[in-house]
């Protein structure tokens, strides 16, 4: 019968899916709006691209596009690779090029083609390709791939990427071809007939270049060829008879063709070494000499620069090839293509320059240069830039616009040669030569051609083969190739030859589809010949004809390397044996021509035949027909079933390779043979192949012979006949036959039985065993291999076992196992298939015989051990901590073995190195070769408690859950574990839940079931739209009243969230109502009689101006206030609330307004006001938004009186860090309007948005408005005084804490700039003194004394000097020359006017001095302890000294009265001597200021903490001034009601500062009282200060507070400067716009827990826990959240806390970095609620939860529980549906109560210990116990499960562990079902004690209905396999002897001690009484 098999039968399989294929493009382009109605320059070919002249060149072009259109398509496909995971719908790409078109388009089996991009280009297409380029990252070395597009022209490539960044390079030559590599893009340039007048005869131009990114130089390419004469050299791949025939990434290889030698070769592609480099790049050091070389060297140079002078913007190394290569491509010293004409004089000084090599290009290019670059070359021809740089000459040889050839006359050598010289390009690629074919004697020159095709192809054993197709041959050769492992070098090994007229490769059944010249269709794997193909609808031709050619076959002469001459030929291999391996036609006709076979067809014009195959995708590939149709196939797969496949992997992997191929291409043949198989019985036909291979006579086992069919006729006429229908059959076979019923194609008509009977099993087991019919044919190809591959099998059945989902195909697998088993006669192998399957192996009897000599010649695979490897009995020995040798498995094929093997070892034996080192401790790896090696007998096992003792089960728990995610395991694939296996994974998910890490990756948060977690790892943020915002925080504010229509700028304060903060009052509103601005005010006047009505009118209008002080003041604290708090919808302008002066009078509500005339307004009262409310409306974007340059320009008002309001925008753009945005051009645009506003809001924007950056072109713009910072020759510019001040103030925050010394030289001048002499600098010179002394500040800001470089500036002196005044300084450096000549005006002497200079000086001391702890220089800033020398000193000062000296000595200030007193000098505080003159007002004013500087320090140092030691200090100070202004008596005279006011309000700044964020209600009514305070002394700027500090104490809503950093305190400097403006229009001291710097102080630190569930923001429980300090011991706090948090470094653990919330702990003693990216994205953290809890706001108290019901009696609680109430406490829907479902009675339902109650108790169970997902796990354990009680169980398996739950807790409770946190199982549920267990199965002992005896004497298996009993008995008491034992336990007299011989058995004891009766009982005869042991226990 064998020869009958493995005769090469002209086997034939049949091709599926046919459909007649067009490329989709083809379609997409006819309806395409093609080149016609494009613009006019566009249709230009690209010579006319440069001079384009209209009309002239359109005619031309026209006809060129009608005429090429058609010829020139082009399309190829590839298999989908966007982003698409595995497992979603494989789809095909095509990329289609037909005239300038190019169309990307998408389409699957299942979803009709569509478009994905089309592009159309200027010029016709010459190629389109798919290219990745690898983007290098700029912090890592990792790079990233960019998918990309690229159309090549003639003229320049376009390419597009997938995220839709476009390019356009310009080519410096025409290119003949392009390929697409690993790296870039591989271009070889055309040769052309200037290449030979232009190079110097023998140094040809490198032909090859590489493109390694769009915005990189095209490079030549470095070749090393292995040559047998010039040694391994480097050069420039310049042989211009090399072509290139391929490109490949993986592995990354090049094929060349020699057109002169018509040789082959391949090159590994690869990044060039450093070395490389160098040698191509050195030049020659010998001068040339004679004049000729000279001559010729200066004339090609300069040949090459008149056509490429480079002016690219970008510089060097912007554009594409230069030919500066021209001069420098030295190929190495000794080469015949020496270039030593090349190199003139300048070529060899530039490159022995040190610095030149160390310059390599990067793609990261500036700005400009990339611009550049992004235009279309049309943009780029005056300057022949990039394009022309690499001889334009190629692609136009006429003579018009470019330089000739020969140098024109006026231009003598000297002058070509002086001419700059250009750097050589480097190159960035090398080809290095691997290998190339050996020209053999018999053919030469002529029999070689280039390839027409070249391919990788890989066959089923995974051996590679690179092929390449010569067509003028007819044939393919195909070269085996290895990837070394040392390097990444591919070694080829032999050249095979197959008779072809094309070929394609069929990459996912690793197969390649050949092509004959019969015109037939042949399927390859590898070299190796399958089958012909049968395409339905095609008649093939090798039917009639030429049948017999395929089969003439010799062995043929391999052609090798060099490297490998030794192995020449083939070895013979046994034909009848192996499909054979194709071999050339030897004989006459050695050259076939394409139509020499069919010349004989008399029907060769009537017949289709196929012309080409092209287009392979996967499986699918399009033959061309000689009619030009075109059809698309699909080979079938080698296998559709999964079990199949794992089965033919596992032979594959024992197998050797030619064994293996066998077996495959037998399969593949009989499995998809023409009218094959349906797919349900592909098993079947394995099991009858596979066991025909290894000899078997299917025929004659019975099991067998049911699964065979009758063969199909022919090939033809089957594909004809309909499939018959399979059958159906009676179940109860169905399933002892584990399978349906197949038809199997084979060489014997055999019956097809479709209804057997039972008997008739029984009746074909009768036939005696020795019976010579079931002898094994041990001629079988397999037959020697059959116990490795029983083995590889068994693997995989047990495999199979630990997947619920693949456990439905072990059945099958078992049929096949057992009978191997029983043929090999290993008894322990049948006996553990009869444990799992009882009833079905029972059904089977027969074996077959094996001659014993024959055993011996089998490759016998040394089993690792007696036993049979059983995966459950490992993990549950694992359980009981005996000894585990290790367990088995198949690299890559066990992968869930592996798994779970390595989690019991790693989190039950407590390994922790079992993942990593300890691996062979567990798992022996099994490989091919094992078949002759025995396997390490002897490993030491570790005894578990030496490992246990160091290990806390926590650590190990999370290990666990880290490997296994970083394996890929998820919870779908924890779900398909069996329940018993899961339980310790689900035990060590459970304990990790509890407290996971913070910084685990978020597929482990997924796994451990802490959806919070996951979800915080996406970045979300609050407010992503006002509709539905991202993380589901509706934003709606309330519904408002008719008076909220007016917009009032403040509706985007998230409700939600200050809800929570302050929920129970309505302060939030309040703040809104006190700083909106938009609605008239209420002006009550009450007319007295006395009165007239004009008089009446102008009294109102009055009192509206006084009120409208107020209301212009207003928006200063709004901005504050909605601080970040909206997101722009980019088509929508930005909504500015109006600022309205207009007022209402009460009784009839008659409108008042300034603008009648009645009084006098202030001429611009409203410009400043307007800008604050620009401000405030622009700082509402948040930083997160998108804003770009566009929307910016977009909201640029129409009307003029709206600048003021716009330049306010563009500030706050600037604060909050868009304004970065802006276009350059924009900014020039806005500048040069001249308008004053705009130009502050802009500077200061700019600089605040680039704070600290040192940005060069953000400080020339500041320069050209500060005169001191320009050239002292430079035109003066009249720039606006308050745009200086802006200016200066922007140097200081560009240049924030940098030490910049020059900008600090010019600062400190600044500060005393004295007046000039045209009445310049002499308004306003406080405030540009003031900006000078902060700018110098935050420039050295907190340096201290160590500023580097400026010792000689002597910084301090000089604003020691500038502060108490002195002799004025000469003037230094470079503003010496203007200030010549003093001011006409202002007579100052030569002394400093310290006036204007003081506030400035000290302020920039104290900057420089923050936090330094300088005594020496606080001691300088005290106030002065003498009554004189108080007196000249402005109270004032003494504020701002006051306030310097504090924070100098920032340590030393303390929260409490005492300290602030203490900074008042002691004259002050004494007793005092009447008799002395002192002036009382002097005294109280010092005092008050003091003591204001004192209190503002104090703020500053508790900015954002919310201490309310420093709050209640704070408190004291605003009554007690409060109440000295409500005295009207002495004290309020002498002080002054305005210097109270000012302390007051610093000091209610500084409360604010403390508090801010937190909306307290104190400072929030102090506000309120002034608000409403207006008249009298309340200016503009008293409003502007309280409004601030309302603004301040709810900052962002309540979401932001202030930071104490330096960068911060320096801002709020800035802008709480104590000098407030006197009126709106007032900036004598202090520009009005620096207070919106506070917004720079800002930071976000509220924390919002959202629930993750309902995704709503909800209460918390927060534990806060603070580092040391010197000040206080590490302190932990509790706060409830939404709150705000203290500053992060203050900080080491931010916990969430139990009970309601899973908990969530946030370390930051190691990093900060993730909790600020939660508080920048709105602070929101994701808590997940605890089933059985309420949230805080339903149950403040948490009286209502579940388990307080159950506090007092334990189980009171599932009494008391009631079903129905489920959804009070969990929202999970399973949950609340189980309980529906299964824990109420109902009609349909007629449950018993029990299992009702069992249910509900269940569920309580798992809701209140949080595992909601163990749910399942009790539902099959009570599955189990209740099957195994009715007596239906139908396979062991379940009890396998409920065995190792029960070990699990057994070990659980020998370490005595069991509390709640521990083990999943605690209730008293699993006793229960322990019990019932042990009940059941002591009861069946009792009775059929008779049947266990039989079957340990080792008698036959029962086959009844006993037999399932014994076999659960026997695995859930673990009872090893004991027939061979029993003769020992036989002896046994006592119950010692018999545990002391039972010891090795390896039976638990509790177990053991059942068997007693039967052990002890056989042994004395089976009269004893049974009964008697067992009451022993």
């Given at each position: ?36 109605n ?15 002249d209209?009309?002239?060149?359109l005619?031309?072009s ?9 010829e ?10 966007k982003g ?14 037909a ?5 990307w ?31 290098p ?12 597009v ?16 476009d ?9 003949s071809?392009?390929w697409?590599?690993?790296?870039g ?11 030979a ?20 130089e ?37 094929v ?44 090609l ?16 190394g ?8 021209g ?8 080469s015949p ?19 030149l ?7 990261s ?24 740089r ?13 330089h000739g050839?020969?140098?024109?006359p006026?231009?003598t050598?000297n ?16 080809m290095?030569?691997?290998w ?13 051609s ?6 990788l ?40 030859t ?26 390859y794997t590898g ?11 095609l ?8 049948n017999?050619?395929?089969?003439h ?14 192995s ?39 017949t ?27 080979i ?59 000899g078997?006579n ?15 006729l ?33 060489s ?9 009977t039972?008997e ?7 036939s ?8 094994l ?45 029983r ?71 066990c ?8 989690s ?27 078949c002759?090696k ?41 779900e ?5 296996v ?40 609050l ?27 403040m ?13 129970q ?14 609605r ?27 009120l ?5 003041a ?10 970040f ?33 009645n ?16 401000v405030?409306?622009?700082?509402k ?7 770009d ?20 925008f563009?500030?706050?753009l ?11 051009l924009?900014?020039?645009d806005?500048?040069?309007k ?10 200061l ?31 003066e ?7 200086q ?14 030490g ?8 400190l001048?600044?500060i005393?700039?004295?007046p ?11 405030s ?9 500040g ?39 020359e ?12 030569d ?26 220089i606080?001691?300088w ?18 504020l701002?000294?006051?306030l ?20 008042i000098?002691?004259?002050?505080r004494?007793?005092f ?30 900015a ?14 605003a ?6 202004m409500?005295?009207a ?44 305070r ?7 700027g ?9 603004g ?5 809503g ?7 950093s330096?960068s ?5 400097l ?15 001291y ?22 993750v569930d309902?995704?709503?923001?909800c ?10 300090t010197?000040w206080y ?13 203290p ?11 139990g009970p ?6 946030v ?37 209502k ?11 009171s609680?599932?009494r008391?529980?009631?079903?129905e ?7 999970e829907?399973a ?5 529906e ?24 169970e ?21 099957a ?11 009890l ?8 699990l807790w ?11 946190h ?11 079902m ?12 009792k ?15 029962p086959k ?9 008995f ?24 018999l ?8 039976i ?30």
């Open positions: 019968m064998s020869e009958v098999v493995y005769e090469e039968t002209a086997t034939m399989i049949a091709a599926g899916e046919l459909q007649s294929f067009v490329p989709f493009g083809r379609e997409h382009c006819r309806n395409h709006p093609n080149a016609f494009l613009q006019l320059r566009e249709l230009q070919p690209a010579s006319e691209l440069w001079s384009s209209g009309a002239a060149g005619v031309g026209l006809q060129e596009v009608s005429l090429q259109e058609r020139r398509e082009c399309w190829q496909l590839r298999k989908g690779c698409v995971r595995e497992e979603d719908v494989e789809f095909e790409e095509e990329l289609y090029a005239g300038t078109v190019v169309v388009s998408q389409g699957s089996r299942t979803q009709a083609s569509n478009v994905y991009k089309a592009f159309t280009v200027d010029s016709p297409v010459q190629q389109a390709i798919w290219c990745n380029f690898a983007v990252q700029n912090k890592k070395d990792d790079e990233e791939v960019e998918q990309t690229c159309i090549i022209q003639s003229s320049c490539v376009n390419v597009h990427t997938v995220t839709g960044k390019f356009i390079s310009p080519l410096p030559f025409q290119v071809d392009v697409s590599t690993r790296f893009l591989l271009l070889e340039r055309k040769n052309t007939a200037t290449d007048q232009l190079s110097p005869p023998g140094e040809p131009l490198p032909t090859v270049f590489s493109m390694l990114h769009p915005l990189d095209i490079a030549p390419v470095v070749c090393k060829p292995t040559g047998l004469f010039d040694g391994s050299r480097v050069q420039y791949a310049s042989d211009a008879t090399m072509k290139i025939v391929f490109s490949c990434c993986q592995p990354s290889v090049v060349s063709y020699d057109t002169v030698q018509g040789i082959h070769s391949v090159w590994a592609l690869r990044k060039v070494t450093q070395d490389e480099r160098s040698t191509v790049l050195r030049c020659t050091a010998d001068p040339v000499g004679t004049p000729l070389g000279l001559m010729a060297s200066g004339f140079t300069s040949h090459l620069r008149n056509i490429s002078r480079l002016d690219s913007p970008g510089g060097s912007a554009t594409g090839l230069g030919p500066g290569t001069p420098s491509c030295a190929v190495g010293t000794g293509l020496h270039y030593s004409a090349l190199h003139s004089h300048q070529s060899r000084i530039m490159t022995s320059s040190p610095g090599h160390s310059r390599v290009h990067s793609p290019i500036s700005n400009m240069a990339a611009l550049s670059r992004a235009h279309s070359p049309g943009m780029a021809a005056p300057s022949f830039s990039g394009a022309a690499f001889n334009a000459s190629f692609h136009n040889p006429s003579p018009r616009g470019h050839l020969i140098p024109s006026n231009s050598v002058e070509t040669t002086l001419m700059p010289e250009m750097e050589p390009i480097v190159p960035d690629l090398c290095e030569q691997l190339s074919e050996t020209v053999t004697a018999g053919c030469h020159r002529e029999m070689s280039q390839a027409s095709k070249v391919f192809t890989s066959d089923l054993c995974e051996n590679r083969y690179l092929c390449f197709l010569v067509e003028s041959h007819q044939q393919l050769r195909c070269v085996k190739f290895i990837e070394s492992n040392i390097t990444s070098q591919l070694i080829f090994t032999s050249v095979t197959i008779p072809a007229k094309d070929a394609e490769p069929l990459q996912s059944i690793g197969a390649m589809l050949v092509l004959e010249a019969c015109g037939s269709l042949v399927l070299i190796t010949r399958v089958s012909k193909v049968f395409v339905p609808g008649l093939s031709p090798s039917f009639s004809l030429t017999h050619l395929s089969h076959s010799t062995p043929v002469d391999n052609v090798s390397t060099p490297a490998i001459a030794g020449r030929h083939l070895q013979r291999l046994d034909e009848a044996v192996m499909p054979s391996p194709v071999s050339e036609l030897r004989g006459p006709n050695i050259k076939h021509h394409e139509g020499s076979f069919l010349e004989d067809y008399t029907f060769q014009h009537a289709p035949y196929i012309n080409a195959l092209r287009d392979p995708v996967c499986n699918r590939v399009t033959l061309e027909l000689n009619s030009g149709t075109m059809l698309r196939i699909s079938p797969e080698i296998a559709t079933s999964e079990l199949v496949r794992k089965c033919l992997q596992a032979i594959r992997f024992i197998l050797s390779k030619e064994a293996a191929m066998k077996v495959l291409v037998k399969w593949y043949n009989i499995y998809n043979a023409p009218g094959g198989p349906s797919s349900h019985a592909e098993w079947n036909l394995f099991v009858t192949c596979f066991m025909t291979l290894m078997y299917t025929e004659r086992l019975a099991w067998t012979r049911n699964l065979h069919f009758e063969v199909p022919s090939p033809v006429i089957a594909a004809k006949k309909a499939r018959p229908s399979d059958g159906g059959s009676e179940e109860d076979l169905d399933y002892l036959l584990g399978s349906h019923y197949h038809r199997q194609m084979n014997q008509p055999v019956c097809f039985n479709n209804t057997l039972t008739h099993v029984g009746l074909s087991s009768v005696s065993p020795s019976s010579p019919s079931l002898k044919d041990s001629s079988a190809p397999l037959f020697p291999h059959i116990p490795a591959l029983f083995y590889v099998l068994h693997l995989l059945y047990q495999e199979l076992q630990l997947d619920e989902l693949q456990r439905a195909r072990a059945s099958s697998l078992v049929c096949l196992l057992q009978q191997l088993a043929d090999l006669q290993l008894e322990e192998y049948v006996d553990l298939y009869w444990r799992d399957y009882p009833s079905l192996i029972s059904g089977f009897t027969e074996s077959c015989l094996i001659d014993q000599a024959l055993i011996g010649q089998m490759q016998r695979l040394s089993f690792p051990r007696e036993e049979p490897p059983c995966v459950l009995s490992w993990l549950s020995s694992c359980l009981r901590g005996e000894e585990v040798p290790p367990f088995p498995y198949l690299p890559g094929i992968q869930r073995t592996r798994l779970l093997v390595l019991y070892a790693l989190y039950i034996i407590g390994d922790e190195n079992a993942t990593s080192t300890d691996v062979s401790k567990y798992l022996a790896k099994l490989t091919a070769v094992l002759q025995s396997c390490v007998s002897e490993l030491h096992y570790r005894r578990q408690s030496s490992v246990k003792a160091n290990l806390s089960s926590e650590s190990l728990a999370e290990q666990l859950v880290v490997w296994l995610t970083s394996e890929g395991f998820t919870l779908k694939d924890l398909s574990v069996p329940f018993g899961a339980l310790p994974i689900r035990e060590a998910i459970y304990r990790c839940r509890e407290q996971p890490c913070s910084d685990w990756s978020e597929e482990v948060c997924l796994l451990i079931g802490r959806q919070d977690l996951t979800k915080q790892a996406h970045k979300m943020t407010a992503k739209s006002k509709a539905s915002v991202g993380s589901g925080l509706s934003l709606e504010p309330p519904a408002t009243t008719e008076a909220d229509e007016e917009e009032d700028g509706a985007d304060i998230i409700q939600e969230v200050t809800g929570l903060i302050w929920s009052d309505l302060r939030v509103q309040e703040v809104r109502r006190l700083l909106q601005s938009s008239p005010v209420r002006v009550s006047v009450v007319q007295l009689p006395e009165v007239s009505d004009h008089e009446y009118i102008e009294e109102k209008e009055n009192k509206l101006l006084q409208c002080q107020r209301t212009m207003l928006p200063v604290g709004r901005g504050l206030f909605t601080l708090s909206y997101h722009p919808v980019p088509t929508e302008p930005l909504p500015v609330p109006k600022l309205n002066l207009t007022g209402r009078a009460p009784p009839r509500n008659t409108m008042v307004d300034l603008n009648s005339g009084i006098d307004v202030p001429p611009n009262m409203t410009s400043w006001p307007s800008f604050h409310n620009g405030a409306a622009g700082l974007i948040a930083p997160a938004s998108q804003v340059s566009a929307w910016i320009a977009y909201n640029k008002p129409k009307s003029p009186e709206l600048a003021n309001e716009y330049a306010g563009l500030m706050a600037g604060l909050n860090g868009h304004l970065t945005k802006l276009a350059t924009n900014i020039h806005y500048l040069t001249g308008h004053e506003m705009t130009s502050i809001g802009l500077l924007g700019v600089s605040s948005a680039k704070l600290g950056t040192m940005d060069m072109s953000i400080t020339r713009l500041l320069s050209i408005h500060i005169p001191a910072l320009l050239p002292p020759t430079s035109t510019l009249d720039v606006p005084h308050n745009v001040v802006a200016a200066v103030i922007g140097i200081g925050l560009v240049y924030q804490g940098t910049h010394r020059h900008n600090a030289e010019v600062l001048s600044e005393g700039r004295p000039g002499p045209e009445m310049e600098y002499c308004t306003d010179r406080e540009y003194s003031l900006a000078a002394g902060l700018a110098l935050m420039v050295c800001l907190g340096h201290g004394s160590n500023l580097i470089g400026m010792t000689d500036l002597n910084v301090p002196e000089q604003l020691y000097q500038y502060m108490v005044g002195g002799h004025r300084r000469a003037q230094a450096g470079a503003n010496r203007r200030h010549k000549s003093p001011s006409y005006q202002i007579k100052e002497g002394t400093i006017n310290v006036d204007v200079t003081c506030p400035g000086a000290t302020l920039a001391l104290a900057m420089i001095y923050l936090k330094t702890n300088n005594r020496s606080a001691d800033l005290k106030p002065p302890d003498t009554w004189f020398l108080l007196d000249f000193i402005k109270p004032e000062f003494l701002l000294r006051t310097a000296r504090c924070i100098i000595m920032w340590d030393e200030i303390l929260p409490n009265t005492e300290w602030v007193k203490s900074n000098p002691q004259i002050m004494g007793n001597d009447p008799s002395e003159d002192i002036n009382m007002e002097t005294m109280a004013q010092a005092q008050d200021y003091i003591t204001a500087g004192a209190c503002l320090a104090l703020g500053l140092r508790f954002g903490s919310a201490n309310s030691d420093a709050f209640d200090c704070l408190y004291e100070f009554r007690t001034f409060m109440k000295i409500s005295f008596g002495t004290a309020a005279v002498q002080m002054g009601y305005y210097n109270l006011q000012t302390g007051l309000s610093m000091i209610l700044l500084a409360m604010s500062m403390v508090m801010s964020g937190t909306g307290n209600l104190k400072v929030l009514q102090l506000c309120r009282f002034f608000h409403k207006t008249g009298g002394e309340m200016n503009y008293f409003h502007m200060a309280h409004h601030m500090a309302l301040l104490l709810f900052l962002g309540g979401r932001y507070t202030l930071s104490t330096n911060a305190i320096a801002a709020l800035c802008a709480l400067y104590p000098h407030f403006p006197a009126h709106s229009t007032d900036n004598r202090h520009l009005q716009a620096l207070r919106h710097l506070a917004v720079l102080a800002a930071e976000p630190r509220l924390l919002v827990p959202v629930d309902s995704l709503k923001p209460y918390a429980l927060l534990e806060v826990t603070y580092n040391e010197k011991n590490e302190t932990t706090v509790e706060l409830m959240a939404p709150t705000m948090l500053e992060l470094h203050l900080l080491k653990r931010v916990k969430v806390k309601r919330y899973w908990e969530l702990t370390d930051l003693s190691r990093e900060t970095q993730h909790l600020k990216s939660i508080l920048s994205r709105d602070g929101v953290l994701y808590v997940k609620l605890r089933a059985g809890q309420l949230p805080y706001k339903d149950d403040p108290q948490g009286w939860s579940l388990l307080a019901s159950s506090v007092n009696h334990r189980n609680g599932v008391a529980f009631k079903p109430a489920i959804s009070t406490f969990t929202s829907p949950l609340v549906s189980f309980a479902f299964f824990c109420k009675t109902s009609d349909e339902i007629k449950h018993k109560d029990d299992s009702l109650v069992l249910f509900s108790a269940m569920l309580y798992c809701v209140t210990q949080e595992c909601p997902e163990m749910l399942p796990t009790y539902i099959a354990i009570e599955q189990v116990v209740g195994l009680r009715r007596g239906d169980l139908l396979q062991t398996f379940p396998w499960q409920m065995r190792l739950v029960v070990d057994d070990s659980r409770v020998l370490r005595g562990s069991v509390n709640r521990d083990a999943l199982l605690t209730s008293e549920f699993l006793p229960v322990k019990n019932k267990v042990d009940v059941a199965l002591d009861s069946w002992l009775e059929k004690s008779s049947v266990l005896r039989s079957y340990m004497r080792g008698e036959a298996l009844d209905a006993q037999s399932m009993a014994l076999a659960c026997l695995v859930y008491r673990s009872v090893p396999c004991l027939r061979n034992t029993h003769t020992q336990l036989e002896s046994c007299s006592s119950l010692g002897d545990l002391s011989r039972s010891s090795q058995l390896r638990p004891l509790r177990d053991l001690l059942r068997l007693v009766p039967i052990l002890l009982g056989s042994a004395s005869g089976p009269q004893t009484p049974l009964g008697f042991p067992m009451q022993s226990f």
